[in-house]
């Protein structure tokens, strides 16, 4: 008779430093008590992650897998192995949501492929959270990553997002390396028309939460510190 095969869990991870139990439900410490293997993008910090929502958990017994931008494609059947054979698996962002801005997706669509039952756990995830307190449009937004570096080539897109947000009336999110966040905010209220609208939601769910709506041409006058900080940007023109 076949094993059963094992179900592949999507865990969430806090967005900050913050107690995992202030944002994260307590089914999401479930299972990771009941979860010996996991596919993570970095293992020191998922450990750290598992100590904090699990402290009796034994780290020894812990068998992780890394999925990140240096993991070979080759690989990745073999992080679904002990599935095939009956155990459980699970799938831990760094941040947030797998899958969402995150390497997941090509492990989840793996396991679809496979057979494998996918179950999404409930956990804060930045993009939404900021469309939500935005006050933009939530019945139509994209996500879209991160803008090109180059400075010429940014403003050109910068335009398109705008173009594309008053053509179809629909959002437009986008991050930024933490770093330059100060940099995006100026770019936005410096090529942006006046009007626009731009929302900044930075450090989501941590003690020092900001999140603002205002025009282009107000950010201008009312810039705020972003340095270093988690942040969300989404722009719409109407």
């Not at 947030?96 to 756990?121: F, M, N, R, S, T």
């Not at 731009?198 to 999140?211: F, R, S």
Request: glycine fraction near 6%.
């Amino acid at each position: 008779m076949a094993t059963a095969h094992g179900t592949l869990y999507l865990i969430p991870t806090t967005l900050g430093d913050n107690a995992p139990l202030e944002v994260l439900p307590i089914s999401v410490k479930k299972i990771i008590e009941q979860t010996d293997v996991f596919i993570v993008e970095n293992e020191k910090t998922a450990r750290r992650f598992i100590k904090k929502i699990s402290s009796g958990k034994s780290q020894s017994d812990l068998q992780m897998f890394h999925l990140n931008k240096f993991t070979n494609p080759i690989e990745l059947p073999e992080f679904l192995a002990p599935c095939l054979k009956g155990i459980n698996v699970g799938l831990l962002s760094e941040a947030g949501c797998p899958g969402v801005a995150d390497p997941g997706a090509d492990i989840i669509k793996l396991a679809h492929e496979k057979g494998i039952k996918v179950v999404p756990l409930v956990g804060p995830s930045s993009i939404l959270m900021a469309i939500m307190s935005s006050g933009l449009n939530g019945q139509n937004f994209a996500f879209n990553g991160y803008l090109p570096i180059d400075k010429d080539e940014r403003r050109k897109e910068i335009k398109r997002l705008e173009r594309l947000s008053f053509d179809y009336n629909q959002s437009q999110l986008f991050i930024e390396t933490p770093y330059r966040n100060n940099k995006m905010l100026e770019d936005l209220s410096n090529i942006l028309s006046g009007t626009t609208q731009v929302c900044v939601a930075c450090d989501i769910t941590l003690p020092t939460e900001y999140i603002k709506t205002m025009s282009a041409i107000d950010w201008k006058k009312n810039m705020v510190d972003l340095h270093k900080r988690p942040t969300v940007f989404i722009i719409h023109k109407s």
